[in-house]
């Protein structure tokens, strides 16, 4: 079993940048990691992957905002957020995943508001 923390929500003007920090209990080299937010009143959606191999992929909405990245030598991943915007605001959560095994993160909040 691996848990997730993730980290690095807050407050922010739009416009601004965050990083958001998921670390692991475990090992994470041999899981994908994807990051996804929920907005209030709104269906959870997915924001980002970044797989084993180190391939990337991004949510037409932050594609070009957001930066997913991974250090499996510390077991944590990221998501560095650019020129956030006040849609952006939503609890964000990490997910690590294969084809049989899935983890989730508490969430952060992130909210953008000037």
């Known amino acids: 079993q691996v848990q997730l923390v993730e980290s690095g929500g807050g407050l922010v003007q739009p416009g601004g940048t965050l990083r958001l920090s998921c670390a692991a209990s475990?090992?994470?080299?041999?899981?994908?990691m994807g990051w996804y937010r929920q907005a209030p009143g709104k269906q959870r959606e997915w924001v980002a992957t970044i797989i084993v191999s180190g391939r990337t992929n991004y949510a037409d909405s932050v594609k070009g905002r957001f930066t997913i990245s991974r250090d499996n030598a510390k077991n944590t991943g990221y998501l560095q957020m650019n020129s956030l915007k006040p849609e952006d605001t939503a609890v964000y959560y990490c997910?690590?995943?294969?084809?049989?095994?899935?983890?989730w993160g508490q969430g952060t909040q992130v909210t953008v508001s000037s």
């Open positions: 997910q690590l995943y294969n084809s049989i095994l899935e983890y």
């Open positions: 475990g090992r994470i080299f041999s899981l994908n």
